[in-house]
């Protein structure tokens, strides 16, 4: 086993490398990327011939790669969270502003509501009776939370 320490290359470094960026498009969510890029800088030095000896190299993937996740997770990965959309996958929450007329009572200010195609709990401070023009002015989850609107 030793032997084959011995005869690491810059292309066995890149063959490890190139298989964690696939290995990280398959669905790792980052976490194979500093790995990935630490691999691809140790073939890059052996390659110069900065690192030859196998536990150099080994060390040096070793470091990079705890520095390179470390560099992704606080840098890079606050990209991934930012959105021009923001509400996309909070329904209710997209729905405040909106204006309809109440079908049925809220009794207690307690109810379901449809807006649109869907039937959505709903809460009120007071009791609202059908025919009530409504605004949504907050969600909960999945409540929202409607007030009359002053005709």
Known sequence: MAD??????QWH????GVLLLILEMLGA????????????????AVALGVVESWSYQL???????IAFTILYWRV??????????????????????RKFVLEQNLENGQGRVQV???LWKAEAETTLTAGTKVEIYASE?????????DS
């Open 4 to 9: 084959w320490f011995n005869t690491l290359t």
């Open 13 to 16: 470094w890149l063959i490890l």
């Open 29 to 44: 969510s980052g976490f194979l990327i500093g790995l990935a890029v630490a691999s691809l800088a140790v073939a890059g």
């Open 59 to 65: 060390l040096l993937f070793a470091l990079l790669g």
């Open 76 to 97: 890079f990965r606050t990209f991934n969270s930012q959105t021009v959309e923001p509400l996309l996958n909070d329904r209710a929450a997209q729905l405040i502003g």
């Open 116 to 118: 649109g195609d869907t």
């Open 141 to 149: 989850g999945m409540v929202i939370k409607i007030r009359p609107l």
